[in-house]
């Protein structure tokens, strides 16, 4: 199935499947790399990341954003060897706030609370995705990350994570009662301690598991903030930037405790079940702006979803 997916795939996506399906050092695949980093896709992506504080940060959900975009790039393989990334992560790391969390530049309306002004500083559902691009860069976590990771995990509550701003976004929050959990936030959130031996297995994040296993076992009850586990939520979708089955569940697949919940394993089997006859998958929803990508369509099958739909199966550890 690995052959066939390498046979397939773009030499940008070959080099991340050789380096996370089949462990291959980087340092062996120096060619294929100079190879994937000529792709105009990638060139466009590279060329996006490098004035990283272009785009305000209206819509979370916007694949355009350079955070998505820098968090693709890193998940692929590539580092800060590459000179775009390298100036993201510069610009990344050049605008945080006294709590160490690294901010982006957002306006607010007044009627929403906010200034109706372009600033800088950091809402739950972006903050987590900044940290994570960071730790996924390499920079050094005791120096830079560890400070606003500790704010933010100290935000938690006893049904999640909420909807929180900075100071400088006012009272402004999402469309949900105050103290519901923000699905999104606690995904994204989970996501990051993921990647941090010291939260990885702490009791918040078997919280966080609980609460959106919780949320997917009472998905016709439950859906705070408007965030839905229904049908458009069961789609196949990449890049895995929102919160849908792929992405959520690849989040999951991380984490040994929601590993062994059968919970867990019914959106594993949803995933699996839309195998076809080579082990690969086919988009069942896209983001029209990502239509010049393999995922950007629904009629044939995405080497790059299928990547995604893979790794998570083998972490989750199922036949495949």
């Avoid at 030499?11 to 994937?36: C, T």
């Avoid at 229904?230 to 089955?245: C, E, S």
């Avoid at 393999?294 to 990547?307: I, M, R």
Wanted: net charge neutral.
């Amino acid at each position: 199935m690995i052959e066939r997916l390498l046979s397939i795939s773009e030499p940008w996506l070959q080099y991340a499947i050789r380096i996370n399906l089949l462990n291959e050092s980087k340092g062996n695949l120096v060619d294929l790399k100079n190879e994937a980093l000529k792709d105009n896709k990638i060139q466009a992506h590279l060329s996006d990341i490098s004035n990283f504080h272009s785009m305000l940060v209206s819509n979370h959900k916007n694949p355009e954003l350079p955070i998505h975009k820098l968090l693709f790039l890193l998940d692929i393989g590539f580092g800060r060897d590459t000179p775009e990334i390298e100036c993201a992560v510069s610009q990344l790391m050049s605008h945080k706030d006294k709590y160490g969390i690294y901010q982006s530049l957002t306006n607010i309306p007044k009627h929403f609370g906010g200034t109706g002004t372009d600033i800088f500083g950091w809402c739950l559902c972006d903050a987590p995705l900044l940290l994570l691009a960071l730790i996924k860069a390499k920079v050094d976590y005791q120096q830079h990350i560890k400070q606003g990771v500790d704010y933010l995990v100290a935000l938690n509550k006893e049904q999640g994570f909420p909807c929180s701003v900075s100071e400088e976004f006012g009272k402004f929050r999402g469309p949900g009662r105050k103290d519901d959990c923000c699905p999104y936030a606690t995904h994204i959130m989970l996501n990051l301690l993921s990647y941090i031996d010291e939260y990885k297995n702490s009791d918040i994040a078997t919280k966080g598991i609980d609460v959106l296993l919780s949320l997917w076992e009472n998905n016709l009850e439950r859906h705070p903030y408007m965030f839905y586990m229904g049908t458009d939520f069961r789609k196949l979708k990449a890049p895995a930037i929102w919160y849908d089955i792929v992405s959520v569940t690849d989040c999951l697949s991380k984490f040994e405790y929601a590993k062994a919940d059968p919970r867990f394993r019914q959106m594993v089997d949803i995933i699996k079940a839309k195998q076809d006859e080579n082990g690969l998958f086919t988009p069942e929803s896209i983001y029209q702006k990502g239509k010049s990508w393999d995922f950007g369509q629904k009629k044939a099958v995405s080497p790059y979803l299928s990547f995604l739909c893979i790794r998570l199966l083998e972490r989750a550890n199922c036949e495949q």
